[in-house]
C-alpha cells in the first residue's frame, strides 16, 4: 500500500505562483510513475501533468509552458511548480502514483490516490 500527502495549496491572484508537493509513504519501491490531476466543481478529473521514473513528462496543453513536474530520485516526493495562473486553474490538486511506467494523463493509470488540496486563482 501507498500513502499520498499532498501539500502547498492556497489563494493566490491571477499571475502568481504556487508550488504543490506530495510526499508518498508505504511500499514505494514498485511505483514508476507518479501524476497531479485536478478537479474543479462540476467538472471530471482532468490529467495535469505526468512524470516516470526516468524522468519523462507530459502536460495538459492547458498548463505546457506555465506548470513542471519534477520528482526526487527515489519517487518519495512529487512537485508542481505552478507559473502564471489563471482562474481557470482553480481546482482540487490531487497526487497520483502509479505501478506501470506511463506518463499518459489518464486516471486509470494510477494505482494510488491522495486526498487533494485546493488550489484557487483568483482574477
Known amino acids: 500500500q501507498v500513502h499520498l500527502v499532498e501539500f502547498g495549496g492556497g489563494s493566490v491572484q491571477a499571475g502568481g505562483s504556487l508550488r504543490l508537493s506530495c510526499v508518498a509513504s508505504?511500499?514505494?519501491?514498485?511505483?514508476?510513475?507518479m501524476a497531479w490531476f485536478r478537479q474543479a466543481p462540476g467538472a471530471g478529473r482532468e490529467g495535469v501533468a505526468a512524470?516516470?521514473?526516468?524522468?519523462?513528462?507530459n502536460y495538459a496543453h492547458s498548463v505546457k509552458g506555465r506548470f513542471t513536474i519534477s520528482k526526487d530520485n527515489a519517487m518519495n516526493t512529487l512537485y508542481l511548480q505552478m507559473n502564471s495562473l489563471k482562474p481557470e486553474d482553480t481546482a482540487m490538486y490531487y497526487c497520483?502514483?502509479?505501478?506501470?511506467?506511463?506518463?499518459?494523463?489518464?486516471?486509470?493509470?494510477?494505482?494510488?490516490w491522495g486526498q487533494g488540496t485546493q488550489v484557487t486563482v483568483s482574477s
Open positions: 497520483a502514483a502509479g505501478v506501470d511506467r506511463t506518463v499518459i494523463l489518464e486516471a486509470v493509470a494510477f494505482d494510488y
Open positions: 508505504g511500499f514505494t519501491a514498485n511505483m514508476h510513475s
Open positions: 512524470i516516470d521514473i526516468d524522468g519523462s513528462t
